[in-house]
C-alpha cells in the first residue's frame, strides 16, 4: 500500500496570508492525524479527524482548522500567519486493530512564514 | 494521568556498538507503547509497538525493546549500531480516552553514531 502522502512538501508565506496543506490517508484509514513539530516545543497534537468529523483537538487557537473528505483526505488550514506557525506539520493516519490503534506519518509539510 | 519520559536527549554510539535508547513511562492501565524514528526532514517511522502479547518487541532494522511493568520502562536496544540509525527517535505512549486514542509523545533522544 501506498504511505501517507503530504502535499506540498515546502511552503513560504509571509505573515498574516493564510496556508491550506493537504494529506491522503494510506488506503482504507479513517483517521487523520495533524500534528505541529518546532525544536522548541516539540510534537504537538492538533486535531483529529475521523470519517469527516473532529473526534479530538489539542490545544491550539482558532487560525487552526481542519477539515476531512468523504475518502478520508484531509486539510488543515492556517490562517492569519504568524511567524511562530513556522514548523513542520505531520500528518498521520491510523487504524485499529483488536483496540490498538497504530498511527502511520508522512513526510511532512515544512511552513516557513517570514 | 498519563505520561511519557526519555531519559537521554542525546546520545552518542560508535559504530558496531550496542544502542541503548530509555523510556519509562506512567500510566494508570495496560498502556500501548510505541517507537518512531525520525531522520533529518522527515515524518516519522514507526520502528516497533507492544501490544501486549509478548514483553519482548522485535522491529525494523534490528530494532527491539522490552516492557517491564515493574520499571514501567520500554528501552529500546540495538546490539550493533549502523551510521544509518543516527536519527531523532521518539517514545509513545497511548492513551485511550473518551472513545479514542491520544498519542503522548517523549520529548525525544537524538541518536549520534561515530565511525
Known amino acids: 500500500k501506498a504511505g501517507v502522502t503530504q502535499t506540498p512538501r515546502y511552503l513560504i508565506k509571509t505573515r498574516g496570508q493564510q496556508v491550506t496543506l493537504s494529506c491522503s490517508p494510506i488506503s482504507g484509514h479513517r483517521s487523520v492525524s495533524w500534528y505541529q513539530q518546532t525544536p522548541g516545543q516539540g510534537l504537538q497534537f492538533l486535531f483529529e479527524?475521523?470519517?469527516?468529523?473532529?473526534?479530538n483537538k489539542g490545544n491550539f487557537p482558532g487560525r487552526f482548522s481542519g477539515r476531512q473528505f468523504s475518502n478520508s483526505r484531509s486539510e488543515m488550514n492556517v490562517s492569519t500567519l504568524e511567524l511562530g506557525d513556522s514548523a513542520l506539520y505531520l500528518c498521520?493516519?491510523?487504524?485499529?486493530?483488536?483496540?490498538?490503534?497504530?498511527?502511520?506519518f508522512g513526510p511532512g509539510t515544512r511552513l516557513l512564514v517570514l | 494521568a498519563q505520561s511519557v519520559t526519555q531519559l537521554d536527549s542525546h546520545v552518542s554510539v560508535s559504530e558496531g556498538t550496542p544502542v541503548l535508547l530509555r523510556c519509562n513511562y506512567s500510566s494508570s492501565y495496560s498502556p500501548s507503547l510505541f517507537w518512531y524514528v525520525q531522520h533529518p526532514n522527515k515524518g516519522l517511522q514507526l520502528l516497533l509497538k507492544y501490544t501486549s502479547a509478548a514483553t519482548l518487541v522485535k522491529g525494523i532494522n534490528g530494532f527491539e525493546a522490552e516492557f517491564k511493568k515493574s520499571e514501567t520502562s520500554f528501552h529500546l536496544t540495538k546490539p550493533s549500531a549502523h551510521m544509518s540509525d543516527a536519527a531523532e527517535y521518539f517514545c509513545?505512549?497511548?492513551?485511550?480516552?473518551?472513545?479514542?486514542?491520544?498519542?503522548?509523545f517523549g520529548a525525544g533522544t537524538r541518536l549520534a553514531v561515530h565511525p
Open positions: 479527524y475521523f470519517s469527516e468529523t473532529q473526534r
Open positions: 509513545v505512549v497511548s492513551l485511550f480516552s473518551g472513545g479514542y486514542n491520544k498519542l503522548i
Open positions: 498521520a493516519s491510523s487504524f485499529t486493530d483488536r483496540d490498538q490503534e497504530t498511527q502511520y
